[in-house]
C-alpha cells in the first residue's frame, strides 16, 4: 500500500510542485491550502508524514502541530515543517513543539525525497521496536513500582517519541493522565517571575509524571521537557480511574508515589533554604546518581540543568564542580560527571 502523505501549503505554485513530485515517487497526496483543512484532513485520513508551511492564513504551522499533538492518532506522526527563513529562534520553537526535521525553501526533488524517506525508515523502525518490547513493557513496571495491572493497559496504547528539549506538557496544561517513562529521562520546571528556572523533578526510566494533577483532577503545576530523546506512554485518565476502582493495591501504591514525590519536595526546599552550596551541589549529585537504573558511576546533565536542580547560577556551578574536581569528588568532562567518591559525597557538611 502505497505510503500517504498530506502536503499543507498555501502557496498553490508550491503545493502544486510538491504534489506532482510525490505522485511521481508513487505517494498517495492529500492536500490542504490553509491550516485549518490541514488539521481537518490529518484527522480524516492519518498520513504517515505531513509537510507543513509555517506562514499561513487561518492557523500557522506551529498551530497546526499545536492542534496535532492533542490528538493520540496524529500526535506520532512524522512532521516536516517548509519554511522560507531559517531563523534560529524559529527553528528552535519547532524543534521543542515536535516538528522532526525543516526543509528551506527553495528545495530541490532530491532533498524533498530524502527527507521523507528518512523520516519514514524512522518511524517504520521505531514500530518494530515498539512492537518488539511490549513485554520489556509489562516486566518494566513490575519491577521498577510493582504496578504489574498496568501492564495489560500500557499494552494498549501507542509510546511517543519526544526528542531532547522537546515539551511534553506545559504548566497549566489540563491532565489527560500519567506519563510512563518507557525509556530516556524528563525533567520537570517551574519559572520564576523573573524568569529562572526551578528544577522541581527529573524522571529516568519506570518513572511516572503528572500523577498529582492526575489525582487532584486538576492542571498540571510545573513544565515537562524531555532531557534527552525519550519514549513516552500516556495512560488516560478514564482508564486509571477503572483500573484503581478495581485494584484498591494499585490505588495505595500511587498514593505511595505521591507521598514520596511530595516528601521529596519538601527536603528539597528545605535544602535550597538552609543548605550551603557545595551541600546544594553535593545532594543534585547524589540525587541524580540514586536515580539511575542501571547504575553507572556517571551520568549527563547540562549546566544549565544542574543550576536549576541546585537553585544557583550556573557560574557557581562550574566552580562547585572544578573545586570537587579538585577535592577527587568527581571527575567531569563536558556534560557527563563520574563520582569518585560517593561516601565523601554523602556525607559533605553544611
Not at 505554485?13 to 484532513?41: C, P, Q, S, W
Amino acid at each position: 500500500m502505497n505510503k500517504k502523505i498530506l502536503i499543507i501549503e498555501d502557496h498553490d505554485a508550491i503545493r502544486g510542485n510538491i504534489v506532482e513530485i510525490l505522485e511521481m515517487a508513487k505517494y498517495t497526496v492529500f492536500e490542504a491550502d490553509n491550516g485549518k483543512i490541514g488539521v481537518e484532513m490529518a484527522l480524516k485520513h492519518i498520513p504517515d508524514i505531513i509537510l507543513c508551511d509555517i506562514m499561513m492564513p487561518e492557523l500557522d504551522g506551529y498551530g497546526v502541530l499545536y492542534m496535532l499533538n492533542k490528538y493520540a492518532e496524529t500526535s506520532t506522526i512524522p512532521f516536516i515543517f517548509l519554511t522560507a527563513k531559517a531563523d534560529h529562534n524559529d527553528l528552535r520553537k519547532g524543534m521543542e513543539m515536535g516538528a522532526d526535521d525543516y526543509l528551506t525553501k527553495p528545495f530541490d526533488d532530491i532533498e524533498l525525497l530524502n527527507a521523507i524517506e528518512v523520516r519514514l525508515r524512522k518511524k517504520a523502525h521505531l514500530k518494530l521496536q515498539n512492537q518488539n518490547t511490549t513485554d520489556d513493557f509489562k516486566v518494566l513496571v513490575a519491577k521498577t513500582d510493582g504496578l504489574a495491572e498496568f501492564a495489560k493497559i500500557i499494552a494498549g496504547h501507542k509510546s511517543r517519541e519526544f526528542k531532547k528539549n522537546q515539551i511534553v506538557y506545559y504548566e497549566a496544561d489540563h491532565s489527560k493522565g500519567i506519563y510512563l517513562i518507557i525509556n530516556g529521562k524528563v525533567k520537570t520546571i517551574k519559572l520564576s517571575l523573573d524568569g529562572r528556572e526551578l528544577m522541581t523533578g527529573m524522571y529516568a526510566t519506570g518513572g511516572y509524571l503528572g500523577i498529582n494533577a492526575m489525582l487532584n483532577k486538576s492542571t498540571y503545576t510545573d513544565t515537562a521537557t524531555a532531557v534527552e530523546d525519550s519514549t513516552l506512554c500516556l495512560i488516560p485518565i478514564e482508564e486509571l480511574e477503572k483500573v484503581i476502582d478495581l485494584y484498591p493495591e494499585v490505588a495505595r501504591k500511587f498514593i505511595h508515589l505521591l507521598s514520596a514525590d511530595n516528601r521529596e519536595k519538601e527536603e528539597q526546599l528545605l535544602q535550597l533554604a538552609y543548605d550551603s552550596v557545595r551541600k546544594k551541589m553535593a545532594v543534585a549529585i547524589l540525587r541524580l546518581y540514586h536515580q539511575q537504573i542501571i547504575k553507572n558511576d556517571f551520568f549527563s546533565i547540562t549546566r544549565e540543568d544542574l543550576a536549576a536542580m541546585a537553585c544557583m547560577a550556573t557560574e557557581t556551578v562550574s566552580r562547585t564542580l572544578s573545586d570537587f574536581r579538585d577535592e577527587k569528588l568527581i571527575e567531569r568532562d563536558g556534560i557527563t560527571i563520574t563520582v569518585l567518591d560517593l561516601e565523601r559525597l554523602a556525607k559533605m557538611k553544611n
